[in-house]
């Protein structure tokens, strides 16, 4: 079973600060991956995703992640964070040629402090 | 087009009683999943369907259930509850089933959910 981890629940930070999100997931095969963002009172939305090529995915937002497969991990970055960032953030992983069934971790509470 | 939509958005039941959820997906795709959303575990796949089938379930107990009719909505029933049913539960619809390596633009179209309070 796929299992995912995400560390430093709650994350506070001041506008402009750098903001990265680690990521590490359990599967031995090959992997589909995902951030996705949860802004206060919206729906879940997808921030960015790897499926396969260049490991370093830029998604919305300004924002980016690495996937290391040595690590198991799919990092998420940003170099400036705004008030706006303030958000949960998932990261989820899916088996290749799997199905839609998402593993996600429990989740970032990012606070950016204006 | 309009996007995944969910009813009711906020329920509150008693602890024994049961609860249907309602989901519709986005116009033109045929697989439905269903998360619970809670504090302590985030989120957590019930089911998939595809096509009035179910294709992928999680580890819930069979107090769980769904449906999906040919229109493509879903449905999820809760019986029995109990008080630590209380969550948000969420919906989210694709085009099709799976996410493979050539499918590189599915993602998963998530809908506002239903937070169902179980006293």
């Known amino acids: 079973a796929q299992s995912v981890s995400q560390h430093n629940h709650h994350v506070i930070l001041s506008e402009a600060a750098s903001l990265e999100l680690g990521c590490n997931y359990s599967?031995?095969?090959?992997?589909?991956l995902f951030w996705y963002v949860q802004y206060p009172g919206q729906h879940l939305q997808l921030l960015l995703k790897?499926?396969?090529?260049?490991?370093l995915v830029k998604g919305i937002k300004g924002f980016e992640a690495e996937f290391i497969k040595s690590k198991f991990s799919f990092n998420l970055r940003k170099p400036s964070v705004q008030w706006s960032d303030t958000a949960e953030y998932f990261c989820?992983?899916?088996?290749?040629?799997?199905?839609?069934?998402?593993?996600f971790g429990k989740g970032n509470q990012v606070v950016v402090i204006p | 087009k309009a996007g995944v939509t969910q009813t009711p958005r906020y329920l509150i039941k008693t602890r024994g009683q049961q609860v249907t959820l309602s989901c519709s997906p986005i116009?033109?795709?045929?697989?439905v999943s269903w998360y619970q959303q809670t504090p302590g575990q985030g989120l957590q796949f019930l089911f998939e369907?595809?096509?009035?089938?179910?294709?992928n379930k999680g580890n819930f107990p069979g107090r769980f259930s769904g449906r999906q009719f040919s229109n493509s909505r879903s449905e999820m029933n809760v019986s029995t509850l109990e008080l630590g049913d209380s969550a948000l539960y969420l919906c989210?619809?694709?085009?099709?089933?799976?996410?493979?390596?050539?499918?590189?633009?599915?993602?998963?179209?998530f809908g506002s959910g239903t937070q169902l309070s179980v006293l």
């Open positions: 116009s033109g795709h045929r697989s």
């Open positions: 989820a992983v899916n088996a290749l040629y799997g199905n839609n069934r998402l593993a």
């Open positions: 989210a619809s694709s085009p099709l089933v799976g996410l493979g390596a050539n499918n590189k633009n599915e993602k998963l179209f």
């Open positions: 599967y031995g095969g090959t992997v589909n």
């Open positions: 790897y499926f396969s090529g260049d490991p």
């Open positions: 369907y595809f096509s009035e089938t179910q294709r």
